[in-house]
């Protein structure tokens, strides 16, 4: 009777210790992959909210996109686009080699038209001419670069600092720098300097009617010139000027061999 007791005792025992054993197994499997995806996720998590080293990184009008593939398929002479905050200039930028007229009367469509945004044919597609220069014209509408004239009031000018430029190689952040009305000699859109000593004799000279123009103390080795008609007299001209900045918000420095002298072509 012992042993008949016993036996089915002793088997249970065994089997309680198998089955302890077997979950023990269980439970190690199902915990591992558990710890090496807590793992995983969370380098992921660390990497991409790792805080931006620079303020413009969070800048959403600095990683804005542009489809230029879409509208270099409308025309190839599209070259930038332009985007000024606080204005409607928000605009594709055109540009013909060498000519300054064809865009004067046409729009992206190459229609007859006063709707459309171009550079100077004499200044570089890749910016590397030191005065690089836009138009656009004055619309009765509003539209187009009727607000580069408000730039000429110095609240303006002060609150609206930055502007945009969006090439398929980078995006240019610009900081301006001065805005007046002038006539319109040739001089406001020469491209071309003997030196950086004349450049900035230049700049000097034709930013000095603006009574807060603010120009940076280590000075500025390339502009940006945008330039609308104005109504202040005949055939005047009001010019915003702006300066690249860096990545510590300061103004570009470049490197002398990049820099394109120009030519007098005119």
Known sequence: MNKKILLPIFVFAVLLILISIGLSKVGKKSYKPEISMEVTTT??????????????EVD????????????????SDVIAWLYIPGTVIDYPVLWKEYDIDYY??????HKESYYS????????????????IIYGHHMKDGT??????????????KEHRMIYIYTPQKTYRLKTFAALYSD?????RQTYFDDMNYFHDYVDRM???????????????????????????DNTRTILYAY???????????????IDFGEDHR
């Open 43 to 56: 380098t992921q998590v660390e990497t991409t909210t790792q805080a931006p080293t620079k303020a413009y």
């Open 60 to 75: 959403e009008n600095y990683k804005r996109k542009i489809d230029f593939e879409s509208l270099k398929a409308i025309n």
């Open 104 to 109: 004067l009367h046409r729009d992206i469509n």
């Open 117 to 132: 945004v171009y550079m100077d044919g004499y200044s570089n597609t890749d910016f590397s001419t030191l005065n690089n």
């Open 144 to 157: 187009m670069f009727t607000d580069i004239t408000k730039f000429k009031d110095e609240n303006f000018f």
């Open 184 to 188: 319109a000699a040739p001089e406001r």
């Open 207 to 233: 930013t000095k009617e603006c009574s807060y123009r603010d120009i940076p103390t280590t000075g500025i080795d390339k502009i940006w010139s945008f330039i609308t008609c104005s109504y202040e007299g």
């Open 244 to 258: 690249e900045l860096n990545d510590d918000d300061e103004p570009q420095r470049y490197d002398i061999s990049t």
